[in-house]
């Protein structure tokens, strides 16, 4: 760093030197984040790469309890609701009272449980269905004796 540049730092507020210019990864964080929470299925999944990409790299707790968190926010919206669950469920390994990652949880939880009572009636229609063609076929096949 030459004179001038070390004159010149010291002479700005801390503030404005520390948050003038934010690190690459806080930019990759922050566009991450916008990215999960676009509409466009696309956007989400570009999302959750950079974040998976990004994440072995990362040191601090805080950066990885969040980074966790938006994957887990975009596998939620790119409806992997169990890759979602586990992860959000890490997070709260973490931070137990983390009122975002409780409140994910529960929207999971809800998803879960809705796609579970659709896939019993679609079940139990398949299942109506087959027993109406069986008794049909039976019926037929004892008229014609």
Not at 22 to 36: D, G, I, M, Q
Not at 85 to 98: A, G, K, M, S, Y
């Amino acid at each position: 760093m030459s004179e001038f540049t070390k004159i010149k730092v010291q002479s700005c507020p801390s503030i404005i030197v520390n948050s003038a210019f934010p690190s690459k990864s806080e930019c990759l964080l922050r566009l991450s984040r916008a990215l999960v929470h676009r509409k466009r299925p696309e956007d989400v999944q570009r999302g959750i790469a950079m974040l998976e990409g990004s994440l072995p790299s990362t040191s601090n707790p805080l950066q990885m309890r969040e980074k966790m968190y938006l994957l887990a926010v975009g596998y939620y919206r790119s409806g992997d609701y169990s890759r979602s669950r586990q992860l959000v469920d890490r997070c709260l390994e973490i931070v137990p009272d983390w009122r975002q990652a409780i409140t994910l949880k529960k929207s999971i939880e809800d998803h879960i449980k809705k796609d579970g009572i659709i896939g019993i009636g679609i079940a139990a229609t398949a299942v109506t269905a087959v027993g109406l063609v069986a008794g049909g076929l039976a019926a037929a096949l004892s008229r014609k004796k």
